[in-house]
């Protein structure tokens, strides 16, 4: 059985531990507090799913998923991630996170971010355009007529390719945007972001996307 490793216990942790379930995984989930404050989410989650540290989640874990706030992104323990598959939600909200001029002028990407912490893991971004609240409920099975389809990004195809497994079982097709240089295009207010999309669409919308720049 697969064990998913999952950093970050809120909207987004708890529903892709959900769909997660449904589909048949193992799940090891954590957030900032600690496992006794996740009593509530695992009894709700079921046996197929235990809280811990996120030292202990990213250990567990044959793959992860990180999905704490970006200005979090460096607690994210490095060493028990080294080797593995790191799936990456995160976005940037200057009003949250702080203002980050690389990604204000459009010089860095999110998930190049947490790839450089995590020197040795290999970061894919996904979930990330999709709100918490539709994981669960816009699934559906392979072929279907225009079936909502989300977008990855990695410097990796094993990790891209995953994604791409993953969101076809919780019922969704994928588009691979390219290396994370180009997963600016996924980002927050690109026409890409948060909107159901069958797979054409997303292809469609990436292209649209324009980049912040410096001089913007
Ligand atoms: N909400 C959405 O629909 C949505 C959609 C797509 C992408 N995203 C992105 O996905 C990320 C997570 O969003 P969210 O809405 O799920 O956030 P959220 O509801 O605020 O949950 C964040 C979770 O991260 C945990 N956390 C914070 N710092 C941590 C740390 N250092 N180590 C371990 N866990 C830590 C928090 O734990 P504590 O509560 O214990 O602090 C909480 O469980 C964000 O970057 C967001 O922009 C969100």
């Known amino acids: 059985m697969t064990t998913i490793g999952i950093i970050g216990a809120g909207n987004i942790g708890?529903?892709?531990?959900?769909?997660?379930?449904?589909?048949?995984?193992?799940?090891?989930?954590?957030?900032?507090?600690?496992?006794?404050?996740?009593?509530d989410l695992v009894a709700d989650?079921?046996?197929?799913?235990?809280?811990?540290?996120?030292?202990?989640?990213?250990?567990?874990?044959?793959?992860?998923?990180?999905?704490?706030?970006?200005?979090?992104?460096?607690?994210v323990p490095v060493a028990p991630l080294a080797g593995k598959i790191v799936i990456d939600?995160?976005?940037?909200?200057?009003?949250?996170?702080?203002?980050?001029?690389?990604?204000?002028?459009?010089l860095d990407t999110v998930s190049s971010m947490l790839q450089r912490h995590l020197v040795d893991?290999?970061?894919?971004?996904?979930?990330?355009?999709?709100?918490?609240k539709d994981i669960t409920t816009d699934g559906t099975p392979a072929g279907t007529e225009n079936r909502r389809a989300l977008a990855t990004s990695s410097d990796f195809e094993e990790a891209a390719e995953?994604?791409?497994?993953?969101?076809?079982?919780?019922?969704f097709d994928t588009v691979n945007v390219g290396p994370l240089s180009e997963s600016w295009r996924v980002e927050r207010d690109q026409p890409a972001y948060v909107v159901r999309q069958n797979k054409h669409e997303l292809v469609e919308?990436?292209?649209?996307?324009?980049?912040?720049?410096?001089t913007a």
Do not use: C, W
Not at 46 to 70: C, M, Q, S, Y
Not at 90 to 97: A, G, M, S, T, V
Not at 162 to 171: P, S, T
């Open 89 to 106: 939600t995160n976005n940037y909200y200057f009003e949250r996170d702080g203002q980050i001029p690389a990604l204000d002028n459009g």
């Open 205 to 214: 919308n990436l292209a649209k996307a324009e980049r912040a720049t410096a």
């Open 45 to 75: 989650l079921g046996p197929k799913a235990r809280a811990a540290t996120a030292e202990e989640a990213a250990e567990a874990g044959d793959f992860a998923v990180v999905t704490v706030p970006l200005k979090a992104y460096e607690s």
């Open 162 to 171: 995953l994604v791409n497994k993953l969101y076809d079982e919780l019922g």
């Open 14 to 39: 708890s529903q892709v531990a959900r769909a997660a379930i449904a589909a048949g995984y193992d799940i090891v989930i954590s957030n900032s507090r600690g496992p006794e404050t996740l009593a």
């Open 121 to 132: 893991s290999k970061v894919a971004k996904g979930f990330n355009h999709i709100m918490a």
